[in-house]
């Protein structure tokens, strides 16, 4: 019990409209990792058929669904009530943070409004979502890579013809950055600090838009730059991380 009340409560709000029932398990695990989810609500038009989908997970993930019907055709009436809610929730501080889960830009105030007050925002969305909402949050997880579970074998992670006509740029220019921040004067650091700070600099920061479910094989990627070192002496052990003699002359 008393572990339980230490960690942030979370609220999670869906957009019914704009999210994938078929991710909802990834979604909540990934939130769960961060905090305690106490809230659960999904918005949408329950009398409309594309919320079908999402019907046969609310009992079984214990999801509150919020009625909101389309006054106006082609008007969506979803994210104005999902913001009341949460600016209610926010005023209450029933909670510690929240999870939006949605692709759209309208999104993006209330998740600064969220931050104003002090609280940790997490974004969930496909990767068309804007940068202005993706950039609001504290973190933001791209839909794409909670459907990635394998880790894929080193002599493929040369990036494909494929992979440079969909932007996946090389991570190594922000893992620079992120090391800077985080090293200071110091030479080696922890691996968690780089990772704090490389969310800092780009909040949808995620190691499997790279093809590595942990930033720790990631960084192995790039051995003329990074050196890592494990202290199994602790517990849990605990990973460091430096330039290499090349990268720092450089």
Not at 6 to 23: C, H, M, P, R, T
Not at 108 to 137: H, S, Y
Not at 166 to 181: H, K, V, Y
Request: charged fraction near 25%; aromatic fraction near 8%; glycine fraction near 4%.
């Amino acid at each position: 019990m008393s572990e339980q009340s230490e960690q942030q409560k979370f609220a999670v709000l869906i957009d019914g409209d704009n999210a994938q029932a078929s991710l909802l398990p990834q979604i909540l695990a990934e939130v769960s990792k961060v905090g305690l989810i106490t809230i659960k609500r999904i918005y949408g038009d329950w009398t409309t058929t594309n919320m079908n989908s999402w019907k046969e997970s609310l009992h079984k993930y214990a999801i509150q669904p919020i009625q909101q019907f389309r006054y106006t055709v082609g008007k969506n009436a979803t994210d104005s009530a999902m913001i009341i809610d949460a600016m209610d929730l926010l005023h209450t501080n029933d909670v510690e943070g929240f999870c939006i889960v949605a692709s759209d830009s309208d999104y993006t105030r209330l998740a600064t409004r969220i931050r104003e007050e002090g609280l940790f925002v997490i974004g969930v969305g496909e990767k068309k979502t804007p940068e202005a909402f993706t950039n609001a949050c504290n973190q933001f997880i791209y839909c794409e890579n909670l459907t990635t579970t394998k880790e894929p074998k080193r002599n493929l992670r040369k990036k494909t013809k494929k992979e440079e006509k969909t932007g996946a740029l090389d991570p190594l220019p922000l893992l620079l950055q992120g090391f800077e921040m985080a090293a200071k004067e110091e030479d080696w650091i922890h691996l968690s600090w780089m990772g704090d700070a490389l969310r800092r600099l780009n909040p949808a920061f995620d190691p499997r838009t790279f093809g590595h479910q942990k930033l720790h094989s990631l960084i192995k990627d790039y051995p003329e730059t990074f050196m890592l070192k494990l202290d199994d002496s602790k517990t849990p052990p605990v990973v460091y991380l430096a330039l290499t003699a090349q990268a720092s002359t450089t």
